[in-house]
């Protein structure tokens, strides 16, 4: 019997309540016990102001701020009465606004759903907010926005998102979840704001006449990830491949931004194939089309592109093409799809498309909401595939914008799955595809967003990945390696520590040759010293190594949902040591990844309770305290394998071989 559906059995008692409305100034209470799988919990409904507190084994866990549930144009007040709907507990308050607020609780073993609504207001802004310090430190939510900071956790910084949505471009999930094993999952198809700062988290839903949500109590923060996912899902497989995840995607983007062209690709592919770091697959980023939504070849750059497909292929890799939704207005595609109704419409038409601005100029959108767009769409894809040996796709930009209108019915989260549905039947080619919001079904691989190629892009782009990877997609990869955001290259140092960093991940995403690139912010070559390529070579073969470790780990995500990367505290939730350090992550149960990820060739390594295994002093570390002053020159990565761990006993013959 699944836990949630257990209450009834669970002996719940509620105190304070009674069948008929009680006293405004009472206070409203009811304690479910502890179970076989959960640890039990007691909620408080204050009356004098409305809002809630959640307690477990008589520590607070959960407070909602002062002002606690608030719509547009006003607070919730003084409770006016509570009842009982069978085990749903209802408080009826007022408000600022003399409008009546409706709260309903329904305890479960180890959450509880928690709604209000608004008397007679029609939907739009509804606000839960909560105080920050009760429940210990907030991590969980996916990405913050591009250029934005990522702090760790998140409730050590500023986090200010107004277009916190489902069809927003950056990796978001309404998941949230404390130190302190309480998680939140707001219920909405509909575009959020999420804001933490100055002690309090502010979750707005819009576009809604209910604010629902489920509030998870359980006694470890893995076991309220394992709540999550049972709500949303797990992988129901990888969409990568082995092959993708034993060696890197090389994608052009970073190497050359958009002044590419076939001899320069070629040369690329070559360099990297001979300095031993060549992958899977070489991928034609942005720039490749005559104009964007065009989907054909640039003939003055590309005058063969069905050549260099074969000199591709005859490396040994696939070839792939970046590709967008979006359709620019100076694209002849563009003239056709408007013609053919193929494009989402603009708020308030249901004749003229929608025109969005984004980074390469001004476009409409291909409505997945119209099956002949999407067919139209596909099609022009599939013929790039017949016509030059193309293999598979980078599919970028959004799926949606929420400037635009939705066809019918749809959310915009609806065109989340019309997205995902309709790119899951082509390679992505370990790049993946942005796709959230209760997405982690398709087992799709997720890269981060990207990042600067500084030393705070690396940190903050693995920040990012185990955000995503927490949230319940455990295929993860960082930006490319060395970052990706229109700055001069990645130095030596940035590019090898960014690339150890990936290899102890589930995939490796990269750019940058280690031979050569192009600062495209002078038009400058910058050759890297000859050793570049033999540290990101090790780093490439590092990974490699871990193949067969990986590939179980794949295995164990798709059977349960289990993340492969993954904060220490997930297998270690009493070592509270790691709920501020993001710098060391567990891949898989037996893998401890320490890598440098700032300037220098020393670090203090914080090492969980038990045997660890040095594979590169090939010594054993008693666990349970911190290594000061770890040596790790720039030829090393730090990791240990935990002695005793499945898997451990083959991770230190292919690590040490």
Not at 80 to 85: D, L, N, P
Not at 282 to 308: C, H, I, M, R
Not at 367 to 396: E, I, S
Not at 556 to 564: F, L, N, S, Y
Request: charged share 20%; aromatic share 10%; hydrophobic share 35%.
């Amino acid at each position: 019997m699944h836990r949630r559906l257990a209450y009834a059995a669970a002996g719940l008692v509620l105190a304070g309540t009674v069948a008929a409305p009680a006293a405004a100034d009472s206070l409203s209470s009811l304690s479910v016990p502890r179970g076989p799988d959960s640890p039990g919990y007691q909620l408080r409904i204050d009356t004098a102001r409305l809002g809630i507190s959640v307690s477990r084994g008589g520590e607070q866990v959960l407070r909602t701020a002062s002002d606690a549930f608030t719509f547009d144009g006003g607070v919730a007040t003084r409770v006016r009465s509570v009842s009982r709907e069978g085990a749903t507990v209802v408080a009826e308050a007022d408000s600022t606004a003399g409008r009546p607020v409706t709260l309903r609780i329904t305890p479960h073993p180890d959450r509880f759903d928690l709604s209000w609504s608004v008397g007679g207001l029609a939907a739009g802004q509804r606000a839960t907010h909560f105080d920050l310090a009760t429940s210990g430190h907030w991590y969980g939510g996916g990405e913050t926005s591009e250029g934005k900071a990522q702090p760790y956790p998140l409730s050590a910084g500023v986090v200010d998102e107004p277009e916190f949505s489902p069809a927003s471009y950056m990796m978001q999930e309404p998941y949230f979840f404390t130190s302190k094993s309480v998680g939140l999952h707001v219920r909405t198809a509909q575009p959020m704001k999420v804001a933490l700062a100055s002690g309090r988290a502010d979750l707005t839903v819009t576009n809604s006449a209910e604010y629902t949500s489920t509030v998870f109590v359980e006694s470890s923060r893995r076991a309220v990830y394992d709540d999550y996912i049972g709500e949303v899902g797990k992988p129901a497989k990888s969409d990568a491949t082995d092959a993708e995840f034993k060696s890197p995607l090389w994608n052009s983007w970073a190497q050359y931004y958009r002044d590419i062209d076939q001899d320069k690709v070629l040369s690329w592919a070559r360099d990297l194939q001979q300095a031993g770091v060549a992958g899977h697959t070489v991928q034609l980023d942005d720039k490749w089309e005559s104009n964007y939504g065009n989907l054909t070849f640039d003939p003055k750059a590309f005058p063969d592109p069905k050549k260099l497909a074969g000199d591709i292929h005859a490396m040994g890799q696939k070839f792939g093409l970046w590709t967008t939704f979006w359709v620019n207005l100076d694209s002849a595609n563009y003239a056709y799809a408007r013609d053919h109704g193929y494009l989402v419409h603009a708020k308030g038409s249901t004749t003229e498309p929608c025109t969005v601005t984004w980074w390469n100029g001004t476009a409409g959108i291909i409505d997945l909401g119209n099956p002949q767009a999407r067919d139209w769409y596909t099609g022009n894809l599939r013929k790039l595939m017949a016509d030059y040996g193309v293999d598979g796709f980078k599919f970028d930009t959004r799926f949606f914008d929420d400037r635009c209108a939705t066809t019918g019915n749809l959310t915009p989260q609806d065109y989340q799955k019309l997205g995902a549905d309709m790119t899951d039947a082509f390679d992505q080619q370990g790049a993946g595809i942005r796709t959230h919001w209760g997405n982690q079904h398709y087992g799709f691989v997720i890269r981060a967003v990207d990042a600067d190629t500084t030393w705070d892009g690396l940190r903050t782009s693995l920040r990012r990945a185990s955000a995503i990877s927490t949230d319940g997609y455990p295929f993860v990869e960082t930006d490319m390696i060395g970052g990706s955001n229109s700055m001069p290259p990645p130095t030596r140092e940035v590019l090898v520590r960014w690339a150890q960093a990936a290899s102890l991940m589930p995939l490796m995403y990269a750019s940058t040759s280690p031979v050569t690139t192009v600062d495209t912010t002078t038009g400058k070559t910058v050759v890297y010293p000859a050793d570049t390529a033999k540290l990101y070579a090790d780093a490439v073969q590092t990974h490699a190594k871990l193949a067969g470790y990986l590939k179980t780990q794949v295995q164990q995500a798709v059977a349960d949902g289990t993340p492969i990367m993954r904060p220490v505290y997930f297998d270690f939730p009493a070592d509270h040591r790691f709920d501020t350090i993001d710098d060391e992550w567990l891949l898989g149960p037996a893998l401890l990844a320490a890598p440098m990820i700032t300037a220098g060739t020393t670090r203090d390594i914080t090492l969980p309770a038990g045997l660890w295994f040095d594979p590169h002093t090939k010594r054993t570390e008693p666990g349970g305290r911190t290594l000061h002053g770890y040596p790790a020159p720039l030829d090393t990565a730090p990791m240990f394998v935990r002695i005793g761990a499945p898997g451990w006993t083959g991770l230190i013959g292919a690590l040490t071989r």
